[in-house]
T-cell receptor, first 115, second 114 residues
């Protein structure tokens, strides 16, 4: 079965640079979520989109922005990168528009290292 | 805001034995969803089991089952016949449903002794 695709899988950036992470949800899923997981920590919810509209917002820094496109893929844009942004970034998708289909399935993650 | 608490940072069990991981949560909602996710060393987040709060019957998936006590706000995971491949970090998570983000507990590191 098709899974969530994230690219790139690994990314190295310098401080104050910009990074863009991409997420391709499972086919026919209409909702995308972004999470940040620091070393030894639990994932922290950043933001979600349902049918291309921002739906729920968590602890996303103002330096980060995201959007969902007409083909349902999503991009997380991160500017003015800081050392503390080094983490594993997960994208998850669900068919939240269908009752009983709220289960979120996670992609493999993008490992971001800021030097 | 909802909170999820996993009070066992680490658990160890012999292969083929049964182990129970604890999770409690706090919410003022009556409808919600609870999940257990597994994160092996590869750091992939893998869904283990889900429970809808409106269902009284406890969810079961092969060797994995939950004990959902809504009044007590408790959601424990039982793993029967533990296998070496079960070794991982296990996260309990809460969702209000729809496009709500998940709130995770701090995780329980499960060690399987051969």
């Amino acid at each position: 079965a098709a899974g969530v695709i994230q690219s790139p899988r690994h990314l190295i950036k310098e401080k104050r640079e910009t990074a863009t992470l991409k997420c391709y949800p499972i086919p026919r899923h209409d909702t995308v979520y972004w999470y940040q997981q620091g070393p030894g920590q639990d994932p922290q919810f950043l933001i979600s989109f349902y049918e291309k509209m921002q739906s729920d917002k968590g602890s996303i820094p103002d330096r980060f922005s995201a959007q969902q496109f007409s083909d349902y893929h999503s991009e997380l844009n991160m500017s003015s990168l800081e050392l503390g942004d080094s983490a594993l970034y997960f994208c998850a998708s669900s068919a939240a528009g269908l009752a009983g289909e709220e289960t979120q399935y996670f992609g493999p993650g993008t490992r971001l290292l800021v030097l | 805001a909802q909170t999820v608490t996993q009070s066992q940072p680490e658990m160890s069990v012999q292969e083929a034995e049964t182990v129970t991981l604890s999770c409690t949560y706090d919410t003022s909602e009556s409808d919600y969803y609870l999940f257990w996710y597994k994160q092996p060393p590869s750091r992939q987040m893998i869904l283990v089991i889900r429970q809808e709060a409106y269902k009284q019957q406890n969810a079961t998936e092969n060797r994995f089952s939950v004990n959902f006590q809504k009044a007590a706000k408790s959601f424990s995971l039982k793993i029967s016949d533990s296998q070496l491949g079960d070794a991982a970090m296990y996260f309990c998570a809460y969702s209000g449903g729809g496009a709500d983000g998940l709130t995770f507990g701090k995780g329980t590191h499960l060690i399987i002794q051969p």
